[in-house]
Nanobody
Framework: QVQLVESGGGLVQVGGSLRLSCAAS????????MGWYRQAPGKQRELVAG???????NYVDSVKGRFTISTDNARNTVYLQMNSLKPEGTAVYYC???????????????WGQGTLVTVSS
């Protein structure tokens, strides 16, 4: 069984920074993609940033230039550095990973439990 464990959420003032971490544990062949989603109250979950196994990244327009996604492949960990946070960044942030199983190499996705980020003005 594969698990994603997130950390790093909390309360921050407008203009401040936070770094989220998400570590994958369990038995698997490889991680193909990792990403961060968020869901604000009353809104649908949206992709914030994603990164492929090859290192290609993508961001939602609203965070470009302020957020940076990165990975530590040796630790199966993905990070989201969030700078210049705005009140609309208040949401539960979820980690997501696209993983290949061992033996069968079938692809599946797994989600973290979510971590709350609150940006106060």
């Amino acid at each position: 069984q594969v698990q994603l464990v997130e950390s790093g959420g909390g309360l921050v003032q407008v203009g401040g920074s936070l770094r989220l971490s998400c570590a994958a544990s369990g038995i698997f062949s490889s991680i193909e993609t990792m990403g961060w989603y968020r869901q604000a109250p009353g809104k649908q979950r949206e992709l914030v940033a994603g990164i492929s196994g090859g290192g290609s990244t993508n961001y939602v327009d609203s965070v470009k230039g302020r957020f940076t996604i990165s990975t530590d492949n040796a630790r199966n960990t993905v990070y989201l550095q969030m700078n210049s946070l705005k009140p609309e960044g208040t949401a539960v942030y979820y980690c997501n990973a696209g993983i290949r199983r061992t033996l069968t190499y079938t692809y599946f996705e797994v989600w973290g439990q979510g971590t709350l980020v609150t940006v106060s003005s």
